[in-house]
């Protein structure tokens, strides 16, 4: 149990971390919320499969296959940053709360994993990655409220009116501030401080909403994915460089320096893509795997129909649009063909006429 309060907005109540118990198994609300936000992700991305001309089956395969990798990875990538911690055997690495992961070292094992998932069934990379992206923007708002059960992923001091203060922030001042500033140089004291968790939430909710409309709109396959990069790298930049539980290496915040990185790279990667078919002006030149696939489709489609026609003999007048027992002689004729046959019929009865002419003179010199 904690008690949390905002002090300059009057707010206080107290929460506990353990949401129910089965037996004697705590059941935690960080691990509802982080379950919960996989589970939305997940639902999305499934159901926004067709959209980039993927099947769900074939999502929720790469996804829950990346998960697994994904979460070693951000173990991982925690165990080997984190101040004072150690473990001693697989099993308490496999221990996730005895510790926590590190968010770029999932991001980081789930674009290995799901890379080589893609390439073993065939699928299309870009076309997924636009498409989870929006679901780890999601599920990462979503996540974040389990921080705020563990009191934790707070900054350093602050005097707006949103300050955030409670008994496990003041004993995390207590054992952490001397350290913290003799290492990082950071400046903590026992005061209300920057709910960063909140923060990243807020920035990760209004993401998904510009990067979800972007999804019907991209132009190109990995726009989206690149333009969650930016968007995430922007908002960690600065929330990173508030926290005072961030991974350090030396005085440099790993995760700040990641996704500054990542951001710069993904933002260079947009500004000339999109300056590539600005400049070309071609339909064709980029054009998304679901575009291609609803073309090539819909040739296949105009394929079939035309074998039909052609099977059921139904051949079809291409001027009149009429079929050939429907034509009558005489009619739908062109004036070339109506030249033809007046200048035959004009033929005709000059024969006849010549013809009688001969008779008649032979009925005349006949002898009587």
Known sequence: MSHVSFPYLGIEFDINRV??????????WYG??????MLVG??????????VGLKEDDVLDVVLISAVFAVLSGRTFYVLFADDYEIH?????????????????????ALLSCLIVCKIKKMPVLPFLDNVGIGFCIAQGIGRWGNFFNQELFGTNTELPWAMYSDTISRYVSRNAARLYSEHGIVLNDAPVHPTFLYESIWCFIGFLL?????????FDGEVFLSYLVWNGIGRAFIEHLRTDALFLGRVRISQLVCSLLALIAFIALMMIRSSIKRLNDDEYLMTYAKRLALETEEADESVQSDEVQEGDVILDPENNTHNDDIVPGENTTDEEKTIDEESTVNSLAETTNTEECDSELDTNEPQ
């Open 32 to 37: 509802i919320l982080i379950a919960l936000g």
């Open 89 to 109: 055997s697989v099993k308490e690495f496999l221990n996730l709360r005895g510790g926590g992961t590190a968010f770029y070292g999932v991001l980081i094992g």
């Open 211 to 219: 990067l979800y409309r972007l999804l019907h709109k991209r132009r």
């Open 19 to 28: 949401a129910f118990s089965l037996g004697s198994f705590p059941v935690y």
């Open 42 to 51: 997940i639902t999305l991305a499934q159901k926004n499969a067709k959209l």
